[in-house]
Protein backbone atom coordinates (compact mmCIF):
# COMPACT_ATOMS: atom_id res chain seq x y z
CA UNK A 1 0.00 0.00 0.00
CA UNK A 2 1.13 3.29 -1.04
CA UNK A 3 -0.16 6.44 0.98
CA UNK A 4 0.00 9.37 -1.15
CA UNK A 5 -0.78 12.26 1.60
CA UNK A 6 -2.55 15.07 -0.04
CA UNK A 7 -1.38 18.37 1.92
CA UNK A 8 -2.83 21.24 2.66
CA UNK A 9 -1.92 23.84 -0.25
CA UNK A 10 -1.98 20.77 -3.07
CA UNK A 11 -4.66 19.82 -5.78
CA UNK A 12 -6.70 17.27 -4.08
CA UNK A 13 -7.11 13.97 -6.22
CA UNK A 14 -10.55 13.85 -8.65
CA UNK A 15 -12.25 10.47 -7.60
CA UNK A 16 -15.60 9.01 -9.58
CA UNK A 17 -17.04 6.74 -6.57
CA UNK A 18 -20.38 4.76 -6.57
CA UNK A 19 -22.94 6.54 -3.52
CA UNK A 20 -25.42 4.34 -1.28
CA UNK A 21 -28.55 5.71 -4.03
CA UNK A 22 -27.06 4.52 -6.93
CA UNK A 23 -25.63 7.67 -8.41
CA UNK A 24 -21.53 8.23 -9.46
CA UNK A 25 -20.03 10.65 -7.66
CA UNK A 26 -16.80 12.70 -8.95
CA UNK A 27 -15.20 15.57 -7.28
CA UNK A 28 -14.64 17.90 -10.20
CA UNK A 29 -18.41 17.87 -10.49
CA UNK A 30 -19.04 19.15 -7.27
CA UNK A 31 -16.09 21.13 -7.94
CA UNK A 32 -18.08 22.52 -11.16
CA UNK A 33 -21.03 23.62 -8.87
CA UNK A 34 -20.04 24.70 -5.07
CA UNK A 35 -17.67 27.09 -3.39
CA UNK A 36 -15.87 24.30 -1.02
CA UNK A 37 -16.33 20.73 -0.56
CA UNK A 38 -16.00 18.98 2.13
CA UNK A 39 -14.92 15.86 1.85
CA UNK A 40 -14.90 12.92 5.22
CA UNK A 41 -13.94 9.29 5.36
CA UNK A 42 -16.17 7.67 7.51
CA UNK A 43 -16.68 4.27 9.03
CA UNK A 44 -20.29 2.37 9.64
CA UNK A 45 -18.29 0.87 13.01
CA UNK A 46 -16.51 3.63 14.38
CA UNK A 47 -17.96 5.52 17.44
CA UNK A 48 -16.07 8.48 16.99
CA UNK A 49 -17.43 8.61 13.12
CA UNK A 50 -21.16 7.52 14.66
CA UNK A 51 -20.73 10.67 17.07
CA UNK A 52 -19.81 12.88 13.95
CA UNK A 53 -22.49 12.37 11.60
CA UNK A 54 -25.02 14.83 13.42
CA UNK A 55 -22.37 17.37 13.21
CA UNK A 56 -21.92 16.98 9.77
CA UNK A 57 -25.48 17.11 9.09
CA UNK A 58 -25.70 19.89 10.65
CA UNK A 59 -22.82 21.65 8.69
CA UNK A 60 -24.63 20.49 5.52
CA UNK A 61 -27.71 22.08 6.83
CA UNK A 62 -25.62 25.49 7.28
CA UNK A 63 -23.61 25.85 4.55
CA UNK A 64 -25.52 24.20 1.76
CA UNK A 65 -26.93 27.55 1.10
CA UNK A 66 -23.98 28.88 0.87
CA UNK A 67 -22.59 26.82 -1.90
CA UNK A 68 -20.84 24.07 0.50
CA UNK A 69 -21.26 20.53 0.07
CA UNK A 70 -20.06 17.56 2.16
CA UNK A 71 -19.12 14.02 0.72
CA UNK A 72 -18.56 11.11 2.92
CA UNK A 73 -15.95 8.39 2.03
CA UNK A 74 -16.21 4.61 3.49
CA UNK A 75 -13.36 3.25 2.64
CA UNK A 76 -12.91 0.45 5.06
CA UNK A 77 -12.13 -2.85 4.30
CA UNK A 78 -14.95 -4.91 4.64
CA UNK A 79 -13.69 -8.25 4.69
CA UNK A 80 -12.30 -7.40 8.05
CA UNK A 81 -15.09 -4.97 8.79
CA UNK A 82 -18.30 -6.53 7.28
CA UNK A 83 -20.39 -3.86 9.05
CA UNK A 84 -18.82 -1.56 6.61
CA UNK A 85 -19.77 -3.20 3.35
CA UNK A 86 -22.17 -1.21 0.89
CA UNK A 87 -25.44 -2.46 2.29
CA UNK A 88 -24.49 -1.74 5.45
CA UNK A 89 -23.41 1.73 4.45
CA UNK A 90 -26.60 2.50 2.87
CA UNK A 91 -29.01 1.08 6.24
CA UNK A 92 -26.64 3.66 7.75
CA UNK A 93 -27.53 6.20 5.23
CA UNK A 94 -31.67 5.41 5.92
CA UNK A 95 -31.27 5.33 9.33
CA UNK A 96 -29.45 7.90 10.03
CA UNK A 97 -30.93 10.03 7.27
CA UNK A 98 -27.97 11.68 6.04
CA UNK A 99 -27.85 14.75 3.82
CA UNK A 100 -25.04 14.49 2.09
CA UNK A 101 -23.45 11.33 -0.12
CA UNK A 102 -22.40 8.63 1.25
CA UNK A 103 -19.60 7.38 -1.37
CA UNK A 104 -17.84 3.42 -1.40
CA UNK A 105 -14.44 3.26 -2.10
CA UNK A 106 -14.12 -0.41 -2.34
CA UNK A 107 -10.06 -0.27 -3.92
CA UNK A 108 -8.99 2.17 -0.83
CA UNK A 109 -7.37 4.13 -3.83
CA UNK A 110 -9.30 7.81 -2.93
CA UNK A 111 -8.10 7.33 0.97
CA UNK A 112 -4.67 6.10 -0.13
CA UNK A 113 -4.15 9.30 -2.89
CA UNK A 114 -5.36 11.85 0.56
CA UNK A 115 -3.58 9.99 3.37
CA UNK A 116 -6.33 9.52 5.25
CA UNK A 117 -5.30 7.52 8.59
CA UNK A 118 -8.76 7.93 10.57
CA UNK A 119 -12.23 8.18 10.62
CA UNK A 120 -13.70 10.56 10.31
CA UNK A 121 -11.19 12.66 9.31
CA UNK A 122 -11.94 15.80 7.06
CA UNK A 123 -10.58 17.94 3.89
CA UNK A 124 -11.39 21.01 3.19
CA UNK A 125 -11.00 21.61 -0.78
CA UNK A 126 -11.56 25.02 -2.24
CA UNK A 127 -13.81 25.61 -6.10
CA UNK A 128 -10.11 25.68 -7.62
CA UNK A 129 -9.18 22.18 -6.00
CA UNK A 130 -6.97 22.86 -3.49
CA UNK A 131 -7.08 21.33 -0.38
CA UNK A 132 -7.53 24.30 2.41
CA UNK A 133 -7.60 22.14 5.96
CA UNK A 134 -7.18 19.09 7.03
CA UNK A 135 -7.84 17.50 10.20
CA UNK A 136 -10.99 16.96 13.06
CA UNK A 137 -14.46 18.53 13.07
CA UNK A 138 -14.06 20.27 15.85
CA UNK A 139 -11.83 19.78 19.26
CA UNK A 140 -14.07 17.00 21.21
CA UNK A 141 -14.81 13.83 18.92
CA UNK A 142 -16.62 12.35 21.85
CA UNK A 143 -18.82 15.07 22.95
CA UNK A 144 -19.86 17.46 19.99
CA UNK A 145 -21.96 20.08 22.80
CA UNK A 146 -18.17 20.51 24.76
CA UNK A 147 -16.43 21.62 21.75
CA UNK A 148 -15.07 24.57 22.00
CA UNK A 149 -12.64 24.70 18.81
CA UNK A 150 -15.37 24.19 15.64
CA UNK A 151 -12.24 23.39 13.74
CA UNK A 152 -14.14 22.78 10.39
CA UNK A 153 -16.35 25.14 10.77
CA UNK A 154 -14.02 28.10 11.12
CA UNK A 155 -12.49 26.77 8.20
CA UNK A 156 -15.61 27.48 6.08
CA UNK A 157 -16.36 30.60 7.24
CA UNK A 158 -12.85 32.03 6.53
CA UNK A 159 -12.35 29.83 3.34
CA UNK A 160 -16.59 31.68 1.93
CA UNK A 161 -14.71 35.24 3.29
CA UNK A 162 -11.77 34.89 1.33
CA UNK A 163 -10.11 34.92 4.79
CA UNK A 164 -6.70 32.72 5.41
CA UNK A 165 -7.65 29.46 7.25
CA UNK A 166 -5.85 29.06 10.85
CA UNK A 167 -5.28 26.44 11.68
CA UNK A 168 -4.72 24.91 8.68
CA UNK A 169 -4.33 21.11 10.04
CA UNK A 170 -5.64 19.21 13.33
CA UNK A 171 -4.67 16.28 14.11
CA UNK A 172 -7.60 14.15 13.31
CA UNK A 173 -9.24 11.81 16.02
CA UNK A 174 -10.95 8.51 15.38
CA UNK A 175 -10.73 4.80 14.66
CA UNK A 176 -7.53 3.94 12.69
CA UNK A 177 -8.77 3.30 8.52
CA UNK A 178 -9.23 -0.45 8.24
CA UNK A 179 -6.99 -1.27 5.34
CA UNK A 180 -6.62 -4.73 3.35
CA UNK A 181 -4.25 -7.51 4.12
Given at each position: MSVTDT??????????????????????RYLDNHQAVVVVFLGNTCPYSRASIDRLKQLQRDYRDRGVAIIGINANDSEQSPDD????????VENAQLNFPYLRDVTQDVA??????????????????????????????????????????????????????????????????????
Open positions: AVGKYAPDFELPGTRGEVHHLAGFEAMKALQSFGANVTPETFLIDRSGVVRYRGAIDNNPENPQAAENLYLQTALDRLLQNQSIEPTTTPAVGCPLIWRK
